[in-house]
């Protein structure tokens, strides 16, 4: 398992402590990379299964991309530093790959763990709720993201780092799909994702999500379709939102909070809009440093 953290120890404490009993029992390697610039953790508190790397990296993606060049087993799984696995967690990645040799990705549930506001709940259905169970055990188009999910070895062997901006899945799996690559889901893996932070920050997160992940395609060279996204900005986001609350309605969970959180969605949806239109225009900046 590979986590990118820019908050550290001991912020990362509780994602060890849902997974560190399992991964000792299966021999799991767990691969922490630490660009808070705070202490590290001594080895006593993390177990003989963790490799702590401290690094200068100045984003999560860069993080991830170094976590995932060391590590050693044949099947990686990452998670975020603020999302929480549910027990059994390690078990049910390496049971789906048993099952599904020939697949190169597969990824898990991600469920709303900080479900206080509509705010938490609004962010929460437009970035993972196509990620909520139910998910099955299928083949998809596209999988999920950082938060839960897991590769072969060889399905992240030559690394893409985006001309040295790191690694970020949602590229990487859209890649592997170009390649014909199969990816699946299995909604017997879970997490709990955490992250409250409120209205403003939710709003910045949203804004530099998107700035980042428009920077890095513009890196990768535009395409048509990207210069369509850009030239629609302004009304993609009530299709985005639009598709939340479809996908979300079809999950057949959670719909009061689904339909109340709908205005801070569009809100959100256009800060992430502005994002990708900047990012388009002049490049991800500063913002994968203000990311999770």
Request: hydrophobic share 40%.
């Amino acid at each position: 398992m590979v986590v990118g953290t820019t908050e550290g120890w001991p912020y990362v404490e509780r994602v060890l402590d849902a997974i560190r009993d399992d991964a000792e029992a299966l021999g799991a390697e767990l691969i922490f990379v630490d660009g808070s610039g705070r202490p590290a953790p001594q080895p006593e508190d993390v177990g003989r299964q963790v490799r702590w790397l401290t690094s200068t990296a100045n984003s999560v993606f860069k993080l991830y991309a170094e976590g995932l060049r060391e590590a050693r087993g044949e099947v990686i799984a990452t998670t975020e530093d603020h999302a929480i696995p549910r027990p059994g967690w390690c078990a049910a990645i390496l049971r789906a790959h048993s099952e599904h040799p020939e697949a190169a990705a597969i990824g898990g549930a991600i469920e709303n763990g900080s479900g206080h506001s509509m705010v938490d709940w609004a962010s929460y259905f437009i970035t993972q709720g196509p990620h909520m169970a139910p998910l099955g055990n299928r083949q998809v188009s596209m999988t999920t993201n950082e938060a839960n999910v897991s590769y072969k070895r060889w399905a992240v062997g030559e690394l893409e780092d985006n001309d040295g901006l790191g690694f970020m899945a949602i590229l990487h799996n859209r890649r592997l799909a170009e390649l014909g690559a199969i990816l699946r889901v299995d909604d017997r893996m879970i997490v709990d994702h955490m992250e409250a932070v409120g209205l403003r920050a939710t709003s910045s997160l949203h804004f530099h999500n998107g700035r980042s992940i428009s920077g890095f395609v513009r890196r990768n060279g535009m395409t048509r379709e990207h210069w369509l996204r850009a030239a629609t900005a302004l009304v993609l986001p009530i299709y985005r939102t639009g598709r939340a609350v479809r996908v979300g309605m079809g999950k057949g969970r959670m719909r009061g909070r689904l339909l109340g959180s709908v205005p801070i969605a569009l809100w959100l949806d256009y800060c992430g809009a502005a994002g990708h239109l900047i990012g388009y225009v002049a490049g991800e900046g500063d913002s994968p440093g203000h990311l999770r």
